[in-house]
T-cell receptor
Framework: DAKTTQPPSMDCAEGRAANLPCNHS???????VYWYRQIHSQGPQYIIH???NNETNEMASLIITEDRKSSTLILPHATLRDTAVYYC???????????????FGKGTHLIIQP | GAGVSQSPRYKVAKRGQDVALRCDPI?????LFWYQQALGQGPEFLTY????????KSGLPSDRFFAERPEGSVSTLKIQRTQQEDSAVYLC?????????????FGSGTRLTVV
């Protein structure tokens, strides 16, 4: 899996949009960008993933640059419950063979301020 | 069940003791993973099952670690002769798809403390 680079921490005011950047300059053509988050004392939670088009679901939006070397996860109206470590992971979507495990880095600790 | 269930939630073991950690994945989920998460670090892959077959155990740190999923549902991670460096949160994840293209569901983990 390609390596990703994320800032170690970020602050955001409650009610504002939280924009979390991720660099993945060595991403391959068949690798997707996945985002997970981990709230304190819980397991990681899947948020969203995409290949090259922007994606949106009920939790967040994912913006991927045209060259696919970086992406941004957007939480449109952050709440205190969004305080967590956010992991950006690039991987080939499962083919059914091998481990298909996720390679987590250290992520970004997002702190939502009241 | 509604999610991935892990037990016990907390385990304190004396050094040298054997421990067994249990994972109940979501019913029908084909893929099952175990991860180890040290304090302040991201989770690290240990092993992967597709139904009852253990397809990858390359992340197991030593031969003291053993995992099984005999009937393709519940899985157990066993650690023999625990050492202090085994202290970590052990996470289980499952997916209905082989490869988890649409994301994995994680349990809340078992926090193991070896004293």
């Amino acid at each position: 899996d390609a390596k990703t680079t994320q800032p170690p921490s970020m602050d955001c005011a409650e009610g504002r949009a939280a924009n979390l950047p991720c660099n993945h300059s060595t991403i391959s053509g068949n690798e997707y960008v996945y985002w997970y988050r981990q709230i304190h004392s819980q397991g990681p939670q899947y948020i969203i993933h995409g290949l090259k088009n922007n994606e949106t679901n009920e939790m967040a939006s994912l913006i991927i640059t045209e060259d696919r070397k970086s992406s941004t996860l957007i939480l449109p109206h952050a709440t205190l419950r969004d305080t967590a470590v956010y992991y950006c992971i690039v991987r080939v979507a499962g083919s059914g063979g091998g481990a298909d495990g996720l390679t987590f880095g250290k992520g970004t600790h997002l702190i939502i301020q009241p | 069940g509604a999610g991935v269930s892990q037990s016990p939630r907390y385990k304190v073991a004396k050094r040298g003791q054997d421990v067994a950690l249990r994972c109940d994945p979501i019913s029908g989920h084909v893929s099952l993973f175990w991860y180890q998460q040290a304090l302040g670090q991201g989770p690290e892959f240990l092993t992967y099952f597709q139904n009852e077959a253990q397809l990858d155990k390359s992340g197991l740190p030593s031969d003291r670690f053993f995992a099984e999923r005999p009937e393709g549902s519940v899985s157990t991670l066993k650690i023999q002769r625990t050492q202090q460096e085994d202290s970590a949160v052990y996470l289980c994840a499952s997916s209905f798809q082989m490869g988890g293209s649409y994301g994995y569901t994680f349990g809340s983990g078992t926090r193991l403390t070896v004293v």
